[in-house]
């Protein structure tokens, strides 16, 4: 974590610049408020592309963007980030754009400690031949379970990263755990402050490990039960 100080008022700004130092809840955030940031300036400069942005330009036709990024990094008001040094605030801005992009070594996680508990990924059922199983074996819950990681699934991939803590409630569960929905609930609120490394660990788990197995589950269900339907 590198910690700035204003010059003259000694004010600590503390700015994330690794994987573990970043909650996934802050992240999310962020995240938001840069890419909502980024439209509002595309539509400002009239391009398409964020690449096409000259930032050098916006930092000084339009620096209420550049600072309302900033500022929430680093977790401070925007008349701190006016006030602090300007070599500081381009610093900043170098480290976020760095760390925008996924890290390069990543550890997958099929397990992962968070506030004194082991958590381990929901193993599929299969048959003696290793086939999945359409849901012999599964309780209701199970089931239920199942429909709620394809639709947090769709969330994710729309770009609601707020949808990932609760991702991870769902496939991930303590040794005995049963399938509980405010227990999920509880705990996707718990995994709001998971750090992003092991979020990063858990999702190149799942990708290796093809979870998305959980999908062909899913598509045994019978015709009329729609993901967009009400249940009970």
Same mark, same amino acid.
């Given at each position: 974590m590198l910690i700035f100080k204003r010059s003259d008022t000694g004010t600590e700004m503390k700015c994330p610049e690794t994987w573990d130092e970043i909650t996934v809840g802050k992240y999310a955030k962020f995240q938001k408020i840069y890419d909502d940031t980024i439209k509002e300036i595309k539509k400002e400069f009239d391009v398409?592309?964020? =690449?096409?942005?000259?930032?050098?330009k916006v930092l000084i036709d339009c620096p209420q963007y550049f600072k309302r990024?900033?500022?929430? *990094? =680093?977790?401070? $008001?925007?008349?701190?980030?006016?006030?602090?040094? #300007? $070599?500081?605030?381009?610093?900043? *801005?170098?480290?976020? +754009?760095?760390?925008? /992009?996924?890290? @390069?070594?990543? &550890?997958?996680?099929?397990?992962?400690?968070?506030?004194? %508990? +082991? #958590? &381990?990924?929901?193993p599929s059922k299969t048959d003696t031949l290793g086939m999945p199983v359409e849901f012999e074996g599964y309780t209701f819950g199970d089931v239920l379970q199942f429909l709620q990681i394809e639709t947090n699934q769709k969330e994710v991939s729309n770009g &609601?990263? @707020?949808?990932?803590?609760? /991702?991870?409630? !769902?496939? #991930?569960?303590?040794e005995g755990e049963e399938y509980d929905s405010e227990r999920v609930k509880d705990k996707g609120k718990e995994f709001e402050s998971l750090t992003m490394d092991k979020v990063w660990g858990i999702s190149f788990f799942l990708m290796r /490990? %093809?979870?998305?197995? !959980?999908?062909?589950t899913l598509s045994s269900l019978p015709k009329e039960i729609k993901m967009d339907q009400p249940i009970g």
């Open positions: 398409d592309d964020e =690449l096409e942005l000259d930032m050098g990024i900033v500022a929430f *990094w =680093l977790g401070i $008001n925007e008349v701190d980030c006016d006030r602090a040094d #300007y $070599n500081d605030i381009i610093m900043v *801005w170098s480290l976020i +754009t760095d760390i925008l /992009q996924p890290p @390069k070594d990543i &550890k997958p996680l099929s397990s992962f400690d968070h506030e004194g %508990k +082991t #958590y &381990k990924i929901i &609601k990263l @707020k949808a990932i803590p609760y /991702q991870i409630a !769902l496939l #991930y569960r303590e /490990q %093809k979870i998305n197995s !959980l999908r062909d």
